[in-house]
């Protein structure tokens, strides 16, 4: 089968699917399949003689509509010999070339790019749920109309969970076409490093600085509690932001900014603390807590979108609201006073993982795909 993988973000990015097609597409390698990588880039020139497919890059920072001209353009002239196209971003481009090249065309969606977009830009601030079933201006409806647009020409939908894959029904496409895979973890060799904190007690959190991940809410928590750190992987635009909120509330020795990792670095990093924390306002299936709990760090999470299909609330987890009620500084106190009971559900949240394997989401998906490439 010759695949033809489509990506926003591609290493040295940081995010889900730059850290899921190299992976994916090399197992698709090892499986005897030819695989070609489109992908956008900040540079151009990359040296990707290690990956064992073909990686063609776009200038991410070109003038829009050239931008996307010039990607329909790369896409028509790889996709010409594709058996199918595995789309992972840059759909709208996907779909348009997918006219012209008429191939079986599979759209991995892992959240909803119109609700994303529209938080990042400051036009509302509602939550994902309540972006689904509300009318917004001309300019936020454009957006669904754009995202249904291109889902429904998908001829199948792989997403990474149950809760998501009910909204994209929602938007139209039908539920046949609809796959759940859950993400799966590779076992990676890591050790524990050197945390630059004294604290008795050290949380971290993975993600992209950006306000849908709350962790101004975690600095506040780790605030009220003394000999409590934080260590905060990974970087975006609210990084100025937060190092200002750690810096009013004193807490300079107590926080670690420290930055993107790849994913062996943050696997050590995460070995090295005591509880690991997501207090997101959306995530339609963390693949990031699937690794915390691969190491046996103890997971404290929002009970939000895909995250409860995983974390089940006091038997291998501990679940929060994002709003509210249970919060991450009503519960810290618990998780501080518990070493034991948290390393409990430490211990059956890697047995739970044992459910994810990353060679399982591999076959499903590779069956996904030479089932529309036939």
């Given at each position: 089968m010759n695949i033809l993988i489509v990506t926003g973000i591609f290493p040295p990015d940081i995010g889900g699917p730059a850290t899921y097609v190299p992976a994916i597409g090399r197992e698709f390698v090892k499986r005897g399949h030819k695989v070609s990588v489109v992908t956008l880039s900040d540079a151009l020139g990359r040296d990707d003689v290690g990956y064992p497919f073909a990686?063609?890059?776009?200038?991410?920072?070109?003038?829009?509509?050239?931008?996307?001209?010039?990607?329909?353009?790369?896409?028509?002239?790889?996709?010409?010999?594709?058996?199918?196209?595995?789309?992972?971003?840059?759909?709208?481009?996907?779909?348009?070339?997918?006219?012209?090249?008429?191939?079986?065309?599979?759209?991995?969606?892992v959240g909803d790019w119109a609700w994303e977009r529209a938080v990042n830009k400051g036009w509302m601030r509602d939550n994902f749920e309540q972006f689904q079933t509300s009318r917004y201006s001309s300019k936020i409806e454009a957006l669904k109309r754009l995202r249904k647009f291109w889902a429904k020409r998908a001829d199948k939908v792989?997403?990474?969970?149950?809760?998501?894959?009910?909204?994209?029904?929602?938007?139209?496409?039908?539920?046949?076409?609809?796959?759940?895979?859950?993400?799966?973890?590779?076992?990676?060799p890591f050790s524990p490093c050197d945390?630059?904190?004294?604290?008795?007690?050290?949380?971290?959190?993975?993600?992209?600085?950006?306000?849908?991940?709350?962790?101004?809410?975690?600095?506040?928590?780790v605030a009220e509690h003394d000999d409590v750190g934080l260590v905060i992987v990974g970087d975006g635009p609210e990084r100025?932001?937060?190092?200002?909120?750690?810096?009013?509330?004193?807490?300079?020795?107590?926080?670690?900014?420290?930055?993107?990792?790849?994913?062996?670095?943050?696997?050590?990093?995460?070995?090295?603390?005591?509880?690991?924390?997501?207090?997101?306002?959306?995530?339609?299936?963390?693949?990031?807590?699937?690794?915390?709990?691969?190491?046996?760090?103890?997971?404290?999470?929002?009970a939000v979108g895909g995250t409860p299909e995983v974390v089940r609330h006091q038997e291998n987890g501990l679940l929060v609201a994002s709003h509210g009620g249970a919060t991450l500084s009503k519960i810290l106190p618990k998780v501080l006073a518990s070493p034991l009971e948290m390393q409990i559900l430490a211990s059956r949240a890697k047995k739970t993982v044992e459910q994810f394997r990353f060679s399982e989401m591999v076959e499903a998906t590779e069956a996904i795909l030479q089932n529309r490439a036939h």
């Open positions: 990686v063609v890059r776009l200038r991410r920072g070109a003038f829009k509509p050239l931008r996307v001209m010039r990607t329909i353009g790369a896409l028509l002239r790889q996709g010409r010999k594709a058996d199918v196209l595995f789309v992972n971003g840059l759909y709208l481009e996907s779909v348009i070339a997918n006219f012209v090249l008429g191939k079986p065309l599979v759209q991995k969606l792989i997403t990474p969970s149950r809760y998501l894959a009910r909204w994209i029904c929602d938007w139209g496409v039908p539920e046949k076409k609809v796959n759940v895979v859950y993400n799966g973890v590779e076992h990676l945390v630059p904190l004294s604290t008795q007690v050290n949380l971290i959190t993975v993600g992209r600085l950006v306000p849908l991940k709350q962790i101004d809410r975690i600095i506040k928590a100025s932001c937060l190092e200002e909120l750690t810096h009013r509330k004193g807490l300079s020795r107590r926080i670690y900014f420290a930055g993107q990792k790849n994913k062996e670095e943050t696997l050590s990093l995460m070995a090295a603390c005591d509880v690991f924390v997501l207090n997101s306002v959306s995530e339609t299936f963390p693949h990031v807590v699937l690794e915390a709990m691969s190491i046996g760090i103890p997971v404290v999470a929002t």
